[in-house]
Nanobody, 121 residues
Framework: QVHLVESGGGLVQTGGSLRLSCAASGSIFSINAMAWYRQAPGKQRELVAAFTSGGRISYVDSVKGRFTISRDNAKNTVYLQMNSLKPEDTAVYYC???????????????WGQGTQVTVSS
């Protein structure tokens, strides 16, 4: 019953900004990690940014200095602020989270439905 709902995608010009949101809902016991992935047509899905339970944050080199991942624990929501967007950022962006669903304590991986980000040149 746990699911992730993404929002915030859209069409922007080169240099523009977008903020993606991903909210987890359902019978959640715990979330120990959340991350953003993206997949461009004909390419493999890649990890863009990750936020771990220990407070560690990682980014793929191509977005460092431009993207920022953040989290609101009270709302079970993770965000991806994307600035200085480039055409090569065009992709479907997916939220991913490791979630333990009540009454269980084992973590499973959940994926959002994906949100399209298109950057025009």
């Amino acid at each position: 019953q746990v699911h992730l709902v993404e929002s915030g995608g859209g069409l922007v010009q080169t240099g523009g900004s977008l903020r993606l949101s991903c909210a987890a809902s359902g019978s959640i016991f715990s979330i120990n990690a959340m991350a953003w992935y993206r997949q461009a047509p004909g390419k493999q899905r890649e990890l863009v940014a990750a936020f771990t339970s220990g407070g560690r944050i990682s980014y793929v080199d191509s977005v460092k200095g431009r993207f920022t991942i953040s989290r609101d624990n009270a709302k079970n929501t993770v965000y991806l602020q994307m600035n200085s967007l480039k055409p090569e950022d065009t992709a479907v962006y997916y939220c991913n989270a490791n979630i333990a669903e009540r009454p269980y304590r084992a973590f499973n991986s959940y994926w959002g439905q994906g949100t399209q980000v298109t950057v025009s040149s």
